[in-house]
């Protein structure tokens, strides 16, 4: 299915998919299109449903270092996702996906929080079946492609990610937490389960045994349990007031910069080939491997790489 920019999204990511369903090359970056229409799902009619529960907004910011901050800001309802926000958060992803000097990306909450979910009034509003399906098929479409965005992202916790936002954690590669914070699958004391594909990431973070206790019993995730099952991958200290201390977001780029250092199209095809290594039955996994591969063989950093070697005879 072809996506107005020129992106190309998979019919379903079902095992044995072609690797050109996964991402088109000549794009340089994987779709993530989990549902299409052939499973009912329209997004035009479900962006309109969902613009009609307005508030806050999904705020992206991309830097020059090739880093882009994406920020949830509705501090009035502590991050809550309102319906226009997921649609802001679709766009967003649509805008990486076509960044082509893309290396990292740092997902955050405004005002000290991350966020807490759906925003509750939009949920009683489409509290029907159908309609909390459709909103389930467009945030699934909207993350999945978060996570295979070709560069490498971290969500940056601060104070509460709940329900929805325990979910928008697990769409990134890594989770730093800062001191403090708590990460909770709260949707069982909603009568819930998550619906965000938050679950099926989960399982794959911290596997089958840990993600049953997270959801079954709406365990609270501070960073001392976050990094013992894996589900953190860092702790960042909350800065004091004394002047010169690095912000959470300059301690979570210097974190992330480990990671990024390096040309553009080298760090897109890590992501690319680690993805492909996640996703795909090994055989298909290979031969993209293969694929990628080509694309930085000879390329001008593995050129300038040999050319400073030849000097270490
Ligand atoms: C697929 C998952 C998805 C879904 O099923 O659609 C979900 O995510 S379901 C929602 C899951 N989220 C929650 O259940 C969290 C609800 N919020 C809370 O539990 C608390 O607000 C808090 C986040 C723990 C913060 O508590 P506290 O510090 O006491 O502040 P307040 O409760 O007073 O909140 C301040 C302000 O923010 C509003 N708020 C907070 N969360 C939401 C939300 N998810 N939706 C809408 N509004 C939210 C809260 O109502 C307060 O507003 P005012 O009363 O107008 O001040």
Not at 222 to 239: F, K, N, S, T
Request: net charge neutral; proline share 4%.
């Amino acid at each position: 299915m072809l996506r107005q920019d020129g992106t190309v999204c998979s019919e379903a990511t079902t095992p044995g998919v072609q690797q050109q369903q996964l991402w088109s090359l000549d794009k340089r970056q994987s779709s993530g299109c989990v549902y299409s229409s052939t499973h009912g799902f329209n997004p035009e009619e479900i962006r309109e449903k969902l613009q009609a529960f307005p508030g806050g907004s999904i705020d992206l910011l991309k830097q020059e270092s090739g880093v882009a901050v994406l920020t949830i800001n509705n501090p009035s309802r502590m991050n809550a996702f309102s319906g226009s926000m997921m649609v802001d958060l679709e766009e967003r992803v649509s805008q990486l996906e076509s960044w082509t000097d893309c290396k990292g990306l740092i997902v955050q909450g405004a005002a000290g929080t991350f966020c807490s979910g759906s925003d509750l009034n939009a949920v009683r509003a489409i509290s029907n079946p159908q309609d909390g399906m459709k909103m389930c098929m467009f945030m699934q479409n909207a993350l999945t492609r978060l996570l295979r965005l070709p560069l490498i992202s971290v969500a940056l916790v601060e104070g509460r990610a709940l329900g929805g936002g325990a979910e928008l954690t697990t769409a990134c590669d890594f989770r730093l937490l800062a001191s403090g914070s708590v990460i909770q699958f709260v949707h069982k004391h909603m009568g819930l389960v998550p619906g965000w594909g938050g679950a099926a990431r989960l399982v794959r973070i911290v596997g089958s045994q840990n993600a049953l206790k997270l959801l079954g019993g709406a365990v609270k995730v501070d960073p001392g349990l976050g990094l013992q099952i894996g589900l953190a991958d860092g702790v960042l200290e909350v800065p004091q007031a004394e002047e010169g201390a690095d912000t959470l977001l300059q301690q979570a780029e210097n974190w992330l910069s480990q990671y990024t250092k390096g040309p553009a199209p080298v760090i897109q095809a890590v992501k690319k080939v680690v993805l492909s290594g996640r996703e795909l039955p090994l055989s298909e996994a290979l031969r993209t491997e293969k694929d990628v591969f080509g694309t930085v063989w000879g390329g001008p950093a593995n050129l300038q790489a040999l050319a400073s070697k030849s000097k270490h005879k």
